[in-house]
């Protein structure tokens, strides 16, 4: 844009003084003009206010603060509907709940229960989290292997695998491979799809400089494909373990002689509340550590990486 | 494989890189075939400075990544001494524009890459290391990772790593174009010093006339779309020059020359 304001001949006479030019006046002339003025008079541009400034940082305090309410907000709710809590919906108070988890402890039943829980997950899981690996890894560095693969896969992952649960309880009996089955079918096609995105997400030009370098494929896949795809592989594996915890309830509460899903099942016979919540509570928490424990093997693994 | 015609340009070594009626085309939308090379004969000797020098679009990168093995041409053929070039490897060292260190790799295990891919032993790799890093003044790094570094510092890591599986000649794709104006002049004295130092044969591939003539022994000049040498230019600078050359009154000259050959492309 040109600025119209602009005299053409020097010298030609003064500036119109704002309003006054009739039908003249042009965009840069009127220091009233609304574009111009600020919320305060005597000021210039747009002032932003410190707590919701887009995409920008908070002080560290306000940051803790902010959270704490969060938490609290949490446990007012929390506290409310369990005051509120009447003989069609029970809500057990935070105090019951403790009282819950504590005789869930006492008795023994929680780390029979829990240990039965992780151990499925932790076999399933790895499994499936090997599959993605291998198969993502694969699917992102070659085409031709993407090419065989993706659409079997795009095709078999829309079906939800909280469906196979009676085909795997039929074929597999109800000991421990159908739940193992279900939490591989219920993560594994994630697994492998977000995998092979982080694969593909290897600069070309650090593949083609190791080429340069005299590095053959399989030097280039072990040396460069595979370090630079770590963090990225952790985070896959974070933030697909939540589907492998649900896959896993939805198999205990089905068919278990044992594990956090049957208690919560047995604990609905018996209109044990508090130990319902408690199970519940104690879900988030095992999510929580395990999502630290992951962030933390992804500094050691990766401290390069680090955002 | 023809041999190579030392007698048509009369450079006085024996050309080490031969690129003879290079064509390249591709294929563009709706299968239309594009023609980003078309013709192109360019000698390099043994221990010579070429510069290929062209607005965007000549195929210059197209070039390198020719010679570099990383892509086939259509038609014409690339030979090293004689001999003809299937795919990339350790003889030919290329540096990027964008750096691309191993950022999981410190300093030295990245200078140390190319080493291990020929095979050599931990304590011959840590010598040959410790000797480059000398080179670049990078010594007191060794142990840092390449995010710790600016910019020049990365890229002088990443032509020590080029150089360290002794390339017989090492290619530049535009290695200072993301650098500030400052740096930039620092690393194309320090480049001068390492082509001095280790009378590497190296071509060089930019869109900066004064970097150009500064660095080079040769220039060829490329037009655009499709890429052609509109002239081959020997600078008449010796080996050991300095930023001296700058204020050469026939480096201003050069640079008018040059300047005014890629404004016609431009213009055409």
């Avoid at chain 1, 597999?172 to 279900?182: M, N, R, T, V």
Wanted: one cysteine or more; hydrophobic letters at 45%; proline letters at 6%.
């Amino acid at each position: 844009m040109t600025d119209t304001s602009l005299d053409p001949v020097p010298g030609s006479g003064p500036r119109t003084p704002p309003g006054t030019g009739a039908g003249t006046a042009h965009l840069g002339d009127d220091p009233a003009a609304p574009w111009r003025r600020s919320a305060k008079p005597g000021t210039r541009g747009r002032k932003q206010g410190a707590l919701l400034r887009l995409r920008d940082e908070i002080p560290f305090r306000t940051r803790v603060v902010l959270a704490c309410t969060g938490i609290a907000g949490l446990v007012v709710v929390w506290l409310l509907a369990a005051a509120w809590s009447s003989g069609a919906v029970v809500v057990p108070t935070p105090l019951a709940t403790w009282n819950a988890f504590t005789d869930y402890w006492r008795s023994g039943e929680l780390s029979t229960d829990l240990s039965a829980s992780a151990v499925r997950v932790a076999e399933g899981y790895t499994i499936s989290m090997v599959v993605g690996i291998v198969l993502g890894v694969a699917i992102g560095s070659f085409r031709s292997i993407e090419a065989f693969w993706e659409s079997p896969i795009g095709f078999l992952r829309y079906i939800p695998a909280t469906a196979l649960t009676p085909l795997f309880l039929l074929w597999l009996g109800i000991d421990e491979s159908p739940k193992i089955a279900l939490i591989i079918a219920g993560t594994v096609f994630y697994n492998i799809l977000m995998i092979a995105d982080v694969t593909r997400a290897v600069p070309r030009e650090l593949i083609t400089a190791s080429y340069t370098l005299g590095a053959g494929r399989l030097r280039v896949l072990c040396r460069v494909i595979l370090p630079h795809s770590w963090p990225g592989i952790i985070d896959v594996a974070r933030i697909n373990l939540a589907a492998a915890w649900l896959m896993l309830v939805v198999a205990e509460l089905l068919a278990a002689q044992d594990g956090l899903g049957y208690r919560m099942i047995q604990s609905q016979r018996f209109l044990q509340y508090g130990r319902m919540f408690a199970i519940l509570l104690i879900f988030a928490v095992i999510g929580m550590f395990s999502d630290l424990a992951l962030r933390g093997l992804r500094t050691l693994v990766a401290p390069w990486a680090r955002p | 494989m023809t041999e190579p015609a030392i007698a048509a340009t009369g450079t006085k070594a024996a050309p080490k890189l031969v690129l003879e009626n290079i064509v390249k085309d591709f294929t563009g939308r709706r299968h239309k075939t594009v023609r980003a090379i078309d013709g192109i004969d360019i000698e390099v000797g043994d221990g010579e400075i070429v510069c290929l020098v062209g607005a965007s679009g000549c195929g210059k990168t197209t070039l390198l990544n020719i010679v570099a093995g990383l892509e086939q041409p259509t038609s014409g053929g690339v030979t090293i001494d004689g001999e003809a070039i299937v795919g990339p490897g350790p003889d030919r060292g290329m540096v990027f524009q964008s750096y691309s260190l191993y950022p999981w790799r410190t300093v030295s295990e990245n200078v140390a890459f190319g080493l291990e891919c020929i095979g050599m032993s931990r304590k011959d790799r840590a010598e040959r290391v410790q000797e480059l890093l000398g080179i670049i003044g990078l010594g007191r790094f060794a142990d840092n990772h390449p995010k710790e570094l600016s910019g020049g510092m990365r890229q002088r890591v990443a032509i020590a790593r080029a150089l360290a599986p002794e390339p017989d000649i090492l290619l530049l794709d535009e290695p200072f174009g993301a650098l500030d104006a400052q740096t930039r002049r620092a690393m194309q004295e320090f480049l001068l010093l390492v082509w001095q130092r280790t009378r590497a044969t190296i071509l060089f591939v930019t869109h900066d006339i004064e970097e150009a003539i500064l660095l080079a022994t040769r220039i060829y000049v490329l037009s655009s779309h499709p890429g052609r040498v509109v002239e081959e230019i020997t600078v008449p600078f010796g080996t050991n020059r300095g930023p001296s050359v700058l204020r050469d009154p026939r480096f201003l000259d050069l640079r008018d020359e040059i300047q005014e050959l890629l404004t016609t492309q431009v213009e055409r």
